[in-house]
């Protein structure tokens, strides 16, 4: 079935330092791909998406390239700050139905 | 725009007792709302999804009389906790579709309900 592979956390950063979480999915078809935040707390929020193959999805310095030889959807930021802490979630949506499939999460702290 | 209210943000409940936890689109008509379970820093487990006006489709291993899903209308689904136990002490989700049909298709999430049963 689809599904999300997420690299395991937590990832601990200091302030300024670049950033990549690693995803890569299984899917029949093409997928939507997106990238979801999480503070404390909190319900979840859209960072970034891209809808089909080359895409690149783009927000708040973050930008996830949606990459089909590789299956792959990898996040990247090149300057993360304290407030960027917080749990990723890479997540697709297979086509053809409507439901959200979600990756383990990856927690992000960032250290000043 | 694309808002959704989840309320309570917070509960606590004795055993034996039922809970409802209500999801409401303040913006947009939701002809398909989900609802999540998320375990302590662990991933969202996709529960169930009701349609508007029918029947909600419950995931495997989801007991379907335990978690009662209404989604009477297009702007309110409801989430019922039926006689908790305290290992239904979690954080629950709802999410809705906005802008289906369009270019701006996606996901909108409420903040989450924190049920813990005692």
């Known amino acids: 079935g689809d599904s999300v592979t997420q690299m395991e956390g937590p990832v601990t950063l200091s302030e300024e330092a670049f950033l990549t979480i690693n995803c890569t999915y299984t899917?029949?078809?093409?997928?939507?791909l997106f990238w979801y935040v999480q503070y404390p707390g909190e319900g979840l929020q859209l960072l970034l998406k891209a809808t089909k193959a080359d895409d690149k999805g783009s927000n708040k310095g973050f930008e996830a390239t949606y990459r089909k030889e590789t299956t792959s959807f990898h996040l990247e930021k090149g300057s993360v700050q304290v407030s960027d802490s917080a749990v990723y979630f890479c997540?697709?949506?297979?086509?053809?139905?409507?439901?959200?499939?979600f990756g383990a999460g990856t927690r992000l702290a960032v250290h000043p | 725009g694309a808002v959704v209210s989840q309320h309570p943000s917070w509960v606590i409940c004795k055993s034996g007792t039922s809970v409802k936890i209500e999801c409401r689109s303040l913006?947009?008509?939701?002809?398909?709302m989900f609802w999540y379970r998320q375990f302590p820093k662990q991933s969202l487990m996709l529960m169930a999804t009701s349609n508007e006006g029918s029947k909600a489709t419950y995931e495997q291993g989801v007991e379907k009389d335990k978690f009662l899903i209404n989604h009477a209308s297009l702007t309110l689904s409801t989430l019922t906790v039926t006689s908790a136990h305290p290992e239904d002490s979690s954080f629950y989700i709802c999410?809705?579709?906005?802008?289906?049909?369009?270019?701006?298709?996606?996901?909108?999430f409420g903040s989450g309900t924190r049920l813990t049963v005692v």
């Open positions: 997540a697709l949506r297979a086509g053809g139905y409507n439901k959200l499939i």
């Open positions: 913006d947009f008509q939701a002809t398909t």
């Open positions: 899917a029949t078809g093409y997928p939507s």
């Open positions: 999410s809705a579709i906005y802008g289906r049909g369009g270019s701006n298709y996606g996901y909108t």
